[in-house]
Structures are given as C-alpha cells and as structure tokens.
C-alpha cells in the first residue's frame, strides 16, 4: 500500500516548489533553484569544488534540525572552519564518517598491527585477561547513513559527500540499492538531497545507475586555461526541465563561495 | 659393581587426585599433553583444577578458552568448590577469550593463513613469557585449528607452538574434542595433534547397568612411566576424583567415546 504523507499548508507556502541550491547566481540559472523531491548526483573531479559547492548546498538549512551533512573525507574541525570562513549556519546536523571509520577500525586495525609485530605488553596482557566480549567494529555505515536521512522529515536537506567511501568499502549493488531508497523517500518527502561522487575509479555501469535514479546529474571540472584553472559545472540532466541543461564555468569568492560567472567570457 | 642412578624428569604435580598416582608423580615437566574426549566427559573440569591446583601452589597459569565464551566458562566452572572466582580477579588464573584475542590481532577472517598462525603462536608464547606461566590450558585446540585449513599448517601449528611452551618450561594441555572414535581411532580431530603431543589422556564414557560412567586413560606420557588402565572419573564439588575401574569388574561393559 502506498503510504501517504500530508503536508502542512503553512510548510507548502514556505517551503515553496523550489529551494535553493545556496548559490544564488546557479538558482537563477536554473529558473529559480531546484524543485522540491529532487535526489542530484554529483559526478567530481579531485580539485574541482565539489566540497565546497556540497557544503554550500545545505547553508540554506530552512529547518536545520532537518539538515544534515554526510562527510566521509573531513573531520569536524574542518567543516566547521569552512562554515565559519563564508558564516553558514552551524546549528544542522553533521556526520563525519571518515573521522569515526580512522577512530573506529583504522585505529583498531593499526593497534593490531602493533600486537602482531611488537607483541603484548604486560598492560595489554593484564587488560585482555580482564576483557569477556569483543568490541564490535563491523559498523554499517551504508545502512546507517541511509536510516539516517529516512529519519528526516518532509522538506529536509542532505548531503552525502561522498559516496566513493561507501562504493569502496560496500558491495557497490548494495550502495545503489540504499540509492533509490533514498531517492524514494526524497521524492515523497519533498527533500533535497545532493550525493557526490568522484569520477575517477567509477565503474560505467555504477555511473550509468546513478544517473539513471538521480533527477538531477551534474558534473564538477577542473581544467587549465594557460596559467590558470578553470571550475565548471556541466548540468546534464534535469527531469523534466531540459531547457536548464548547460555548463556553468564558476569561481570561488571569499564572499559568495561559489558563484557561476555569469559574464560572457572572451575566449 | 655401582649400580646405575636413574634419572628422573621433574614433575609438574597435577593436584588432581589419582592422576599424580597413574603418572608416577605428575606430568613431566614442559610436556604438551593432549587430553582428548567427547563432550561431557569431564576435560574442561579436569583442565580448570589442573589450573587451580597449580595457582595454589604459587604458579602462574594461564586458560584459552575457544570452545564456550569465557564468562560462560567461568559461571559453569563456579559451582566447584575448588574453585574460587579471586584467583581470576587477582590475575593468579588468567583466562583468555580467544575471540577476543583474535579480534585484538585483526583475525578476523573465517580462516588462518601463515601470518595468522604465526601472530598467534607468537601472542601465546609472548604471554606465556611475559607472565611466565608454567601451566597452561588451550580449550580447544579443535575449534582453534578448524581455522586453520591446512593440514600441514595445523601440523606447523602444534609443533611450534608446543616447542616453544616447552622452551619456556610451560606445562600444556591441549583439549581435543573428539566425537566418533572407535579403539582403532585417531585421538584428535585432525590426526596431527596426538603425533606432536608428549602425552596423550584420553577421556570417555563406559556404560554400566543403564548409567554412563566417566573414564580416563592415560594411553601415552613421554618422560614417565604410567598405569595405561582405565580410571574412572567424578566430578565432586572438590574436585575431579579418579579411582581404577577395575574395582567394578569389566563385565558388560562397552566403551562410549561417541562410538
């Protein structure tokens, strides 16, 4: 049976059919930013912005209990400096998995290491006599991560940046299964959410899958113009709106983040 | 003419009441003694005194325990009076969970390779130096090597693991589970365990008049000459009591080592 979710009337007028991708110039670009229930995938290239552009995303945080930000690469200080240096809100919701995989098994796995090759100390011996369960460290993040945005409700906003942890850890069939899961619970929700993935090592099939769910496909590169790089965001996909498929060369401002050039450049 | 001196091994005195007496005085000292049986046939019982008698004495003693999780191992090894829980708290016994061991070393796979084998004769051996544990009981050395697959690896397995608890003047006993042996059958899982081991105690049920009564045999011990009859075994709260069979005749009796 279908579920059924109401809204409210006064979350309808607020909330409105669109909400911002939390780059104004790119929202314009797009007839007025992206519509509500949209699941956008981010193909990435290493130095391209697409970190940056992730965390801008959810700076709108309408309702930042209703927020939340997945990193896999930075740590908490990090993230917060950013959100500091360009005064993003501070109060969503933030999950840094990379930080907690180092703590939890990258840790472990080196302390076992130390074991195999310099042996038990006598503290370590003391402590392993004493020790009557094994510390669980098989944590699923995937489904984690996962029960975690299906636990937001109506008009949330998230962001998983990036979705290489999961493809290089995960049985990647098990990755985009949780995929439309999630984009199913965006679509009847009328959340937002963004999910990145680097381009480089992506199987074309999992490329293929995920542009296939997304609604949204777009593409952060970096290239050089003589002395220079250049950032650009190509928008290869928009369902149902194909009249906002384009490339958009951007800059990052201290101001503004990023912000897409919007004068004609003389090539 | 002088008559000859003869030598004599020292002893490791087991504490367990009739065992010293079948072994002449106790397990030779460093031997890695296999004590194989079927389930319920008194092993872990007999191994947890041989540990507990060697605690009183002052030794340092150590129990691996793979079979049962440890906090099981020591609420069913409680009801012994022999037994006292201040020995594990004061570190006199210390018992090892294996899956924990095995979690702390990264094995986590479902089988050992040679790395794997060697990091963990290497924790055991370190612990045994460390705390310089003269008494020490691996509980099971089945379900430990039914990680290993190879046979040549468990093989690697006993061998230097036994000669290197020897090295360090550590009496072992390896229990081996053992569930269809029949007279012409091996004492171990593998066929490899009982080649290595010093000794070889084997452990069983013979049923008499409708009732299965537990028996020990000491069927090898390198070092020592021993009574190689059948002893029967009780368990009492005191400890585990062995008394030869014999006294009951052997009449309608029929060995039960799973056969």
């Known amino acids: 049976m279908k579920k059924k979710i109401t809204f409210d009337k006064e979350d309808e007028e607020f909330f409105g059919q669109v909400g911002s991708f939390g780059v104004p110039k790119f929202d314009g670009e797009m007839n007025g930013g992206v519509p509500r229930g949209f699941t956008m995938v981010a193909f990435t290239e290493t130095g391209s912005g697409a970190e940056l552009f992730a965390k801008q995303y959810v700076s709108p945080a309408e309702e930042s209990e209703n927020t939340l930000y997945v990193s896999t690469n930075e740590g908490q200080p990090e993230i917060v400096r950013v959100f500091k240096k360009y005064g993003w809100p501070l109060d969503i919701n933030v999950r840094t998995i990379g930080e907690e995989y180092n703590s939890n098994v990258l840790e472990r796995e080196l302390l076992a290491s130390r074991y195999r090759l310099e042996g038990f100390r006598l503290e370590d011996i003391q402590r392993l006599a004493q020790t009557r369960f094994v510390d669980e460290n098989n944590q699923d993040y995937l489904t984690e991560v996962t029960n975690e945005i299906m636990a937001l409700g109506p008009y949330f906003r998230a962001a998983i940046d990036s979705l290489d942890f999961f493809l290089q850890r995960d049985d990647p069939n098990r990755v985009i299964a949780m995929i439309r899961m999630l984009q199913a619970h965006t679509q009847m929700y009328r959340g937002l959410l963004l999910i990145s993935v680097s381009v480089h090592g992506l199987s074309p099939s999992i490329r293929q899958e995920l542009a296939s769910i997304a609604d949204m496909v777009l593409t952060f590169g970096v290239r050089t113009v003589g002395s220079d790089f250049e950032t650009s965001m190509i928008v290869s996909k928009f369902r149902n709106a194909p009249e906002n498929l384009k490339m958009l060369v951007f800059r990052v401002t201290p101001e503004e983040g990023i912000t897409p050039e919007t004068v004609e450049r003389i090539a | ?259």
């Open chain 2, 1 to 259: 003419m002088q008559a000859a001196s003869t030598y004599s091994r020292d002893r490791c005195v087991t504490g367990i009441h009739g065992l010293d007496e079948i072994l002449r005085g106790g397990i030779p000292y460093g031997s890695t003694v296999l004590a194989s049986g079927t389930c319920g046939s008194g092993k872990t019982t007999l191994a947890m005194e041989f540990l507990v008698r060697g605690a009183l004495a002052g030794e340092a003693c150590a129990h691996f325990t793979a079979t049962e999780p440890s906090v099981k191992l020591l609420e069913n090894i409680r009801q012994y009076a022999f037994f006292d829980m201040n020995m594990v708290d004061t570190g006199l016994i210390n018992v090892f969970d294996m899956d924990v061991l095995y979690s702390w070393l990264g094995l986590d796979k479902s089988t050992f390779d040679l790395d794997d084998v060697h990091a963990l004769i290497k924790s055991i051996t370190d612990i045994v130096n460390t705390i310089g544990v003269t008494r020490l009981v691996i509980d099971s050395v089945t379900t430990l090597c039914y990680k290993i697959k190879s046979e040549q690896l468990i093989r690697d397995f006993l061998f230097t693991l036994g000669k290197k608890l020897a090295t360090l003047g550590c009496t072992t006993i390896l229990i081996s589970e053992i569930t269809s042996a029949t007279e012409n059958a091996h004492w171990s899982s593998f066929g490899v365990e009982e080649a290595i081991a010093d000794g070889i105690v084997v452990m069983g049920d013979v049923e008499r008049m409708g009732h299965l009564l537990r028996f020990l045999q000491v069927v090898k011990m390198r070092g020592t000459s021993h009574s190689r009859a059948k002893h029967a075994i009780e368990l009492t709260p005191l400890g585990v009591m062995l008394t030869p069979m014999l006294k009951w005749g052997s009449q309608n009796e029929t060995a039960h080592w799973g056969a």
